[in-house]
């Protein structure tokens, strides 16, 4: 490698020599009251070095600036990484453009009054992951009004907005949020805006949603909220035709958990659940048959469930009052469904209050 440079500069002062020798006429030179005359080479040297110096002096300061970022943010992140976050948080606070980084350290340490300083709209993420609702709603929204097509915040408030219950204004971010996403996520996007879509028929009860919400993505919910409507409509057919397809999809036993509630629908696809019952979970099997106080279906059952609901169907079934009181509180303690956080529910909810991860709840029976 030394003997390339070396080769390198030798042939550089070659090519200076030559061309030296061969601009060294005289030529004349005005600059204002200035006249004079000097070699040709001597003017081109100086041409260069001023256009150098021009140069140098308009970059030179932005490369010590930007020298002083990648320094500030080498130290951060070795401290980031050693786990020394009010060290790193030192070095991230010298520049705005590491204020994602400065985000990440403050919310491990959850200095909360810190995050609210910060312009970031990964501070306002972060408050979310807190629970602060009304803290990072406010600032996802100042991010908004400079941004419109600002992805984080989009997301961030349509969370914010499914936890308070305005399901309709949820339904609207993440119609924002769909046109917008990179095409890894468009299909899980997709199936956030199906079952928000599903959770807003269950207020507007307006066919176009649940047909809309199906359509666009086939789960659990989106079958169930489905059947209902075509129940409401009184198209048994269609509603029998949908309930058999989600046998085909392998989604029965949720659907059916989601149906639980609905008693007139759990009877008007007994035919179905009959003529199916070896493609339906036990457990699943039993819930129905309680629900719909089929006794003597629940007896041929209860050897083949867990303890817990052999138990819980006993006392459904026994005569005696203290029991059935019981049975209910065991029922009251039933948590079908469970988040990858380990967190478990009662009612299904596409959006896990606990982790704030979307789709991430499956039936654990």
Not at 160 to 174: A, N, W
Not at 261 to 287: F, G, H, N, Y
């Amino acid at each position: 490698m030394r003997i390339v440079k070396l080769l390198f500069a030798l042939l550089l002062i070659g090519s200076f020599l030559v061309f030296v020798a061969q601009n060294s006429i005289l030529v004349e030179v005005s600059f204002f009251n200035y006249r004079g005359y000097t070699p040709v080479f001597v003017l081109v040297l100086i041409s260069a070095l001023i256009g150098f110096l021009i140069a140098f002096l308009y970059f030179f300061p932005r490369e010590i600036k930007l020298r002083g970022t990648v320094d500030n943010l080498r130290e951060g992140a070795k401290s980031l990484n050693r786990g020394f976050l009010l060290k790193a948080e030192h070095h991230f606070q010298k520049n705005s453009l590491l204020e994602p980084l400065l985000c990440l350290s403050l919310y491990e340490r959850e200095e909360t009054s810190k995050m609210l300083s910060l312009k970031s709209p990964l501070s306002a993420y972060m408050l979310l992951k807190l629970h602060l609702l009304e803290q990072a709603e406010e600032k996802f929204k100042r991010t908004l009004e400079t941004d419109q097509e600002n992805l984080l915040a989009l997301k961030g408030l349509r969370d914010i907005s499914f936890l308070k219950g305005e399901t309709d204004r949820s339904v609207e971010y993440q119609e924002r949020v769909l046109k917008l996403c990179e095409k890894w996520d468009k299909e899980n996007q997709k199936r956030v805006l199906a079952e928000l879509l599903a959770f807003l028929w269950r207020t507007n009860k307006e066919v176009e949603t649940a047909e809309k919400a199906f359509d666009l993505y086939r789960t659990p919910l989106t079958y169930s909220v489905c059947i209902i409507s075509l129940f409401d409509q009184e198209k048994k057919k269609d509603a029998t035709k949908l309930f058999e397809k989600s046998f085909e999809d392998n989604l029965q036993n949720e659907v059916l958990t989601l149906l639980l509630a609905e008693e007139p629908t759990l009877t008007k696809l007994m035919d179905v659940i009959q003529k199916r019952e070896q493609q339906i979970s036990k457990v699943v099997l039993l819930m129905i048959y309680l629900r719909l106080g089929l006794f003597s279906k629940v007896k041929s059952l209860i050897d083949d469930v867990p303890d817990y609901y052999r138990c819980l169907a006993m006392l459904f079934m026994s005569h005696r009052d203290e029991e059935r009181t019981c049975a209910k509180a065991f029922n009251d303690l039933l948590y079908l469904w469970e988040c990858t956080c380990g967190v478990r529910y009662k009612e299904y909810t596409p959006l896990c209050p606990n982790c704030l991860k979307w789709n991430k709840l499956e039936l654990k029976i």
